[in-house]
């Protein structure tokens, strides 16, 4: 069975609020390839689920236990970036509430 990654969050002590526009820039594309590399991972993480799910299916699956768990990884993962999601739409919409 597919080996099954963590998905590594940067810690907010590593974000300063004082940074020039030029690393602000930088963040934004720090930020975009986190998220790339997110989406990535969840998709490793749905596909390894699928196979589990196949396998159990199919009678293949050889530590039920290992499927179990790899189908609730996914689960998780999927639910946190739905949470992500909502949270960065929320925060869109709060941006175009904003009067300037």
């Known amino acids: 069975m597919a080996q099954i990654n963590n998905i590594s969050v940067p810690k907010l002590s590593d974000i300063s609020l004082t940074d020039s526009p030029s ?4 963040g934004g594309a720090n930020f975009s390839t ?3 590399k997110s989406l ?6 749905q596909e390894a689920s699928d196979k589990a799910l196949a396998d159990m299916a199919s009678g293949q699956i050889k530590d039920l236990h290992q499927a179990a768990i790899a189908i609730g990884k ?3 993962s999927m639910k946190l970036m739905l ?3 909502n949270k960065a739409i929320s925060a869109y919409k709060e941006i175009l509430r904003t009067q300037v």
Do not use: G, I, P
């Open 40 to 45: 990535d991972e969840l998709n490793v993480s």
């Open 83 to 85: 949470e992500v999601r």
């Open 74 to 76: 996914a689960e998780t």
């Open 34 to 36: 986190l998220l790339k």
């Open 23 to 26: 690393s602000v820039k930088e």
